[in-house]
């Protein structure tokens, strides 16, 4: 039972974390919260499932696509929506984010209706034993792949040119200007990648709950951004080891407190931590 | 190759500089000495245009800088090592000079050029994988002239690089300098530290309150008595008696 457990939170901690990674990178770079978040990662179920339920596209095909089109939504929200607002009060992005949430939500509800769609293809999963403890391959699979986005992204920021540069205008904006390194662009691929990763994480949650909906990015894009302040927001290892946490604690929770009080631990989470450690577990903004 | 003319500029409604003119010529090491809140490093935020200027004109080799965006400059040769360093701290100081070089599409002579530097710099190889924040002082102030140099300049501005350093650092960092200039480097320095610019500098400008009040041969500037009651420390003593 405790094992199962963990095992469920770590499945939906992986996700929370890569919906955290999102709003930490966007945040390291512009010091804001892309409450939109779960918009993306709604976007990008959305489209892997109405792709796949044309019969005509493949399941990887359609993941990808999800994606780009989520990475997509990303850059455009950040053109339409924050850059206009640049070097007003931090106030003024937040509202704008809120609505950008609100507008997209409508819209979805608008073009796709209420109801959830299952997934359109079956996959048999299977229960293996590890170690004599059983594991259903589904949670598998979709642990390893969000730990494998997460381990490429971090390869992208540690090893890559770009990924440098990213950090090195969240680190210090004007000498990274000085050091040619547009900054409007750099802000433009942290969203591409950050939303990436959230529509990869909308996906892989519409087939571990069998449902794509309007308002699915609400709680998880909520989650996740406790996530990430747990983890100290700005810092990529603090999103993920955030998202973990808080999986396990929420499963946790809702297996031997109470089911009902499930969503309300993340919040419990994120209220203690911004009373005892409002820097997070590990510290934000790259130090 | 640098040329300032009636340049203005400052913050908000505040004037900092109120028209200055200047310039560098190719192979030239020039100094703008001057002391707190003359307008040195607005000068050098104008020029590599983290801070545009109001009026006047800013030209560079035949290019008009005056409305260019900072990101561009690096790419025409003109290379900032900023105030206080500002080395990417959370980077390795390998990231920070590799990111110096951010612009350059000549991969292999990218890393020819790291080579050198961590060659002519030891401490920078010493150091590559350590985060760049956990540096001395000195060690920084070398890491940025080394970044600044990734990028080939024609033309290297220093803000203040012996600002805040112990005394043996400003000497080794002024020795880099010469060399540097030994080696045909064109240097725009600016400093507070006017003794040691004007050591090592062929010309300078003295920068008081926004506007420039005096410029010749550093051999000159080093004798002019005004220069030397208030820059070089010299003959206080009747002042106050």
């Not at chain 1, 073009?111 to 293996?128: E, H, M, V, Y």
């Not at chain 1, 950050?194 to 069998?210: D, F, K, P, Q, V």
């Not at chain 2, 100094?31 to 003359?38: C, S, V």
């Not at chain 2, 060399?179 to 530290?193: D, F, H, S």
Request: charged share 15%; aromatic share 8%.
């Amino acid at each position: 039972m405790f094992f199962q457990q963990l095992i469920n939170g770590l499945t939906t901690g992986s996700v929370y974390a890569l919906i955290a990674l999102g709003y930490t990178m966007i945040y390291g770079i512009l010091g804001l919260i892309n409450f939109a978040q779960g918009e993306i990662y709604m976007c990008g179920a959305f489209v892997a499932v109405l792709l796949l339920a044309t019969g005509k596209v493949n399941f990887f095909l359609a993941f990808a696509l999800g994606m780009a089109a989520a990475a997509l939504l990303g850059v455009i929200l950040e053109r339409v929506a924050f850059r206009p607002l640049r070097g007003f009060h931090p106030l003024v992005p937040l509202i704008s984010a809120i609505g950008a949430s609100i507008f997209l939500q409508s819209l979805a509800l608008l073009l796709f209706g209420p109801n959830d769609r299952p997934f359109p293809i079956q996959f048999t999963f299977s229960t293996i034993n590890i170690a004599g403890l059983p594991v259903s391959t589904l949670q598998i699979a979709i642990l390893g792949a969000a730990l494998g986005f997460m381990g490429l992204l971090i390869v992208f920021v540690r090893y890559t040119t770009y990924g440098k540069a990213i950090m090195a205008c969240a680190l210090d904006r004007d000498t990274a200007r000085l050091m040619g390194i547009n900054v409007d662009r750099m802000v433009s691929l942290t969203f591409l990648v950050g939303s990436a990763l959230s529509g990869a994480a909308g996906i892989m949650m519409a087939i571990y709950y069998n449902a794509t909906y309007p308002r699915m990015g609400l709680l998880p894009g909520l989650k996740a951004f406790s996530a990430a302040i747990l983890g100290g927001v700005g810092n990529i290892p603090g999103a993920i080891l955030g998202g973990l946490l808080l999986g396990v604690a929420e499963s946790l929770g809702a297996a031997y407190i109470s089911s009902g009080f499930k969503d309300a631990i993340a919040f419990a989470i994120l209220i203690l931590v911004l009373l005892l450690r409002p820097q997070g577990i590990l510290r934000g903004r790259g130090d | 190759m640098l040329t300032l003319k009636s340049v203005q500029a400052g913050y908000g409604p505040l004037p900092v500089l109120k028209g200055i003119s200047l310039h560098v010529r190719a192979g030239e090491v020039v100094t703008l000495i001057g002391g707190n809140g003359a307008g040195k490093t607005t000068t050098l935020r104008a020029i590599s245009g983290l801070l545009p200027p109001r009026k006047g004109v800013i030209e560079f080799a035949g290019h008009d800088l005056t409305h260019m965006p900072a990101e561009r400059m690096v790419t025409l040769g003109l290379s900032l090592v900023p105030e206080g360093r500002r080395v990417f701290r959370t980077l390795s100081v390998t990231a920070n000079l590799e990111l110096g070089a951010f612009h350059r599409r000549d991969k292999g002579a990218v890393r020819q050029d790291l080579e050198d530097i961590r060659e002519r710099f030891p401490i920078l190889k010493e150091r590559a994988h350590q985060a760049a924040g956990t540096l001395s002082g000195g060690e920084q102030q070398i890491l940025a002239i080394g970044r600044a140099l990734m990028a080939r300049p024609r033309l290297l501005m220093l803000d203040e690089p012996s600002m805040g350093l112990a005394p043996q650092m400003v000497t080794r960092v002024y020795a880099i300098l010469a060399e540097l200039k030994a080696a045909g480097t064109t240097i725009l320095l600016v400093e507070q530290n006017a003794r040691a610019a004007l050591k090592v500098a062929d010309r300078g400008y003295v920068l008081e309150t926004g506007r420039i009040i005096l410029d010749g041969s550093a051999a000159d500037l080093r004798d002019d008595p005004e220069v030397q009651r208030a820059y070089l420390g010299k003959g206080y003593q009747e002042v106050w008696e």
